[in-house]
C-alpha cells in the first residue's frame, strides 16, 4: 500500500509500508491501544526506527479497539515506551 503524504511547500512525499507491515498483520507480541484508532505519526515512527516486521488491526469483539502488533518482543517494548507515553491520550 502506498499513501502520499503532504509536505510543506509544493513537494510531496510518498510513503510505503516495509514488506510485511501495516494494517491487517498480526504477529505474536501486541501492544492493545484502548481506542479505536492509531496516530499515524506512530506508523511513520515504525517504519522509520522498527527493524522487524510489524502491523495493527482492529478487534472485532471489543468495539473495535485498534492493537499494534510486532515481530520482535524489543521492537514492541521500543514502539511502547516512546508512542504509548506520548501519544496515549491523544
Not at 18 to 32: F, Q
Not at 76 to 84: D, E, F, K, P, Y
Request: glycine share 6%.
Amino acid at each position: 500500500m502506498e499513501l502520499t503524504l503532504p509536505k510543506r511547500g509544493r513537494r510531496e512525499k510518498k510513503f510505503e509500508y516495509p514488506p510485511g507491515c501495516g494494517y491487517k498483520k498480526v504477529y505474536k507480541h501486541y501492544v492493545p491501544l484502548g481506542r479505536e484508532s492509531l496516530n499515524f505519526e506512530a506508523v511513520i515512527w515504525a517504519v522509520e526506527h522498527l527493524k522487524k516486521k510489524w502491523g495493527w488491526y482492529f478487534e472485532q469483539d471489543t468495539h473495535g479497539n485498534c492493537v499494534m502488533t510486532f515481530e520482535d518482543p524489543e521492537e514492541m517494548m521500543l514502539w511502547a515506551l516512546r508512542w504509548q507515553a506520548d501519544h496515549r491520550n491523544k
